[in-house]
């Protein structure tokens, strides 16, 4: 393998800059002049930034691992090291990663070899054309990040789903139904589809049958109930629209978005880069997921949306679980200000937070309770109709009564 190999960043199709990867498995990123020099240039995280919105151009290298912007696009725990072995690339390794799956990434951003190789040195195993060629087919099916065993799809005009055969392209996302744990698409179909009903920003989805679903690996047939199909937003018919969570924002590593954030840090973003209709929707989303038990709202389930390709709003809503009917949990994913319980999310810890984030306090509490009232007339009249189970609907009925914010 070369000493040295490069990787050319793409933003919206234009090159911006390289991640080289070093002696002593380090990785360097680095800007290119075109894209330092560009006073319009697109925002690519504003973790670039800083505190006079000044672009950071002098970068440090990472050991072992690619800088943390990018470290966020990959994919997590075991479905990181299932696309892995699948790409013949040690999971640890990740610029070969980006190196394989770089052309179906989150938001605007590609990445590909600069050399022209498709295929990472380490990757070839000693394998023929033939058996190389279906590895990396493999791999890039796989391609969009996350935890969940999910695919990125193409749209017929008929109206059928199809992964393409290097799953490059995709507008939709395809959620599979999980192994371990009962009604988790379905779960998810109907916390989206109310906090749409009570005025939040989420994307197009449908519950579909995943035999339905053209070029699924074989297996697939022997998991039960229906898969979520989510429109991707970061994608439309003009081109990429880009995209970074939260734990991109601040600088985190992936296995860092429980433990290095709060609700507090994303408020006071969110509040000086989208306003006061950002806040507001950061108070629906955060009221709302405390009322139905999603005790997985994590730094990586934030994002913002760059529509102009300079100002972040908040990007569409996504990952909407009601967890607790799965794994009891008294605790949120992060700290709202002095406490993570949800026993503990009352009117004053709202107005605690309100403060120390130093957003409108009138704003925050006059949203939370429209978003209280708003939630218990829907839920009330559309629960019988949503496709969950009874286990389901009594625990969201029981964690709608522990909260003291929420109790009518």
Do not use: C
């Not at 990757?123 to 791999?139: L, P, S, Y």
């Not at 939370?368 to 625990?395: D, G, I």
């Amino acid at each position: 393998m070369p000493d040295v190999s490069v990787l050319n960043v793409l933003f919206y199709g234009e090159r911006i800059g390289t991640l080289t990867f070093l002696q002593g498995e380090r990785t360097l990123f680095a800007f290119n002049d075109t894209y330092i020099n560009n006073e319009n240039r697109p925002t690519l995280s504003l973790s670039f930034k800083d505190g006079l919105g000044n672009l950071i151009t002098d970068l440090k290298p990472t050991r072992q691992r690619v800088p943390t912007f990018f470290a966020n696009m990959l994919p997590e725990g075991e479905m990181l090291e299932y696309l892995a072995k699948r790409a013949g690339v040690n999971p640890k390794r990740e610029f070969f990663l980006l190196w394989i799956l770089g052309k179906d990434l989150p938001g605007a951003v590609t990445i590909e070899p600069a050399d022209g190789e498709a295929w990472p040195p380490e990757a070839n195993g000693g394998e023929n054309e033939e058996e190389k060629n279906e590895r990396k087919t493999n791999a890039f099916r796989f391609s969009l990040a996350g935890v969940q065993l999910k695919f990125s799809v193409i749209k017929s005009a008929s109206g059928g789903l199809t992964i393409p055969a290097e799953g490059v392209g995709g507008s939709w996302i395809i959620k599979l139904p999980s192994m371990k744990f009962d009604q988790v698409p379905e779960n998810e179909f109907s916390m989206m589809t109310l906090a749409g009903k009570i005025g939040m920003d989420v994307p197009e989805i449908q519950l579909i049958d995943p035999t339905s679903i053209s070029q699924l690996p074989d297996g697939i047939e022997a998991l039960k109930g229906k898969a979520l199909a989510v429109k991707r937003f970061d994608r439309t018919d003009k081109g990429p629209v880009h995209i970074e969570d939260f734990a991109q924002v601040f600088g985190l590593w992936p296995d860092e978005k429980y433990g290095k954030a709060s609700y507090r840090n994303i408020a006071e973003v969110i509040a000086a880069e989208a306003g006061t209709p950002g806040v507001a929707e950061f108070v629906r989303r955060l009221v709302f997921n405390n009322l139905i038990g999603n005790a997985d709202m994590h730094a990586k389930n934030w994002s913002l949306i760059y529509p102009d390709r300079r100002q972040a709003a908040v990007a569409p809503a996504y990952d909407f679980v009601s967890t607790v009917p799965y794994i009891a949990d008294d605790n949120s994913a992060l700290s709202f200000g002095r406490t993570k319980r949800f026993g503990e999310f009352t009117v004053d810890e709202l107005a605690y937070l309100a403060g120390k984030a130093r957003l409108p306090e009138r704003l925050v509490l006059d949203t939370a309770r429209e978003t209280v009232e708003a939630f218990h007339q829907t839920w009330n009249a559309e629960k019988k109709n949503l496709p969950l189970s009874k286990k389901l609907v009594e625990a969201i009925d029981a964690q709608a009564r522990k909260i003291p914010l929420g109790r009518k």
